[in-house]
C-alpha cells in the first residue's frame, strides 16, 4: 500500500525569513546591505521578481528604503552571503518579538 508522499516536503524548499537593519541602499545591484550579519546574510538581493511592499501593505520602489529602516524579507540563499529576496517589507520602526 503506498505510503503518503511526505518525503516532498523538504525544509530546503521554504523560505528563510530575516529582519535586518538598513545600512545602505545599491539601486544600480539591486541591493540592501545590512548593518550586521543576520543568520549568515549581510545583504538582501533583490530579482526582477522580488516584490517590495511598504508599511501599508502597497508596492514600494527600493528607492523608499533608507538607511537605519528595517526590513523583513523572505527567500533563498543566493551567492555572496546575500539572501536572494521573494518578498521584503519594510517595516516602520525595529520588530518587537511577541509571544502568543
Known amino acids: 500500500m503506498p505510503t503518503p508522499s511526505a518525503t516532498?516536503?523538504?525544509s530546503t524548499e521554504s523560505d528563510?525569513?530575516?529582519?535586518?537593519?538598513v545600512m545602505d541602499v545599491s539601486l544600480s545591484a539591486r541591493l540592501i546591505m545590512l548593518t550586521e550579519p543576520?543568520?549568515?546574510?549581510?545583504a538582501v538581493a533583490l530579482t526582477g521578481e522580488s516584490e517590495l511592499i511598504?508599511?501599508?501593505?502597497?508596492?514600494?520602489r527600493l528607492?523608499?528604503?533608507k538607511?537605519?529602516?528595517y526590513v523583513q524579507a523572505s527567500g533563498k540563499p543566493g551567492g555572496s552571503s546575500?539572501?536572494?529576496?521573494?518578498?521584503?517589507f519594510i517595516l516602520e520602526a525595529k520588530p518587537t518579538s511577541t509571544s502568543d
Open 8 to 10: 516532498h516536503t523538504v
Open 16 to 21: 528563510i525569513t530575516i529582519v535586518g537593519r
Open 38 to 42: 543576520v543568520e549568515g546574510f549581510d
Open 54 to 60: 511598504n508599511a501599508d501593505g502597497g508596492e514600494a
Open 63 to 65: 528607492q523608499e528604503i
Open 67 to 69: 538607511p537605519g529602516m
Open 82 to 88: 546575500a539572501l536572494l529576496a521573494r518578498k521584503v
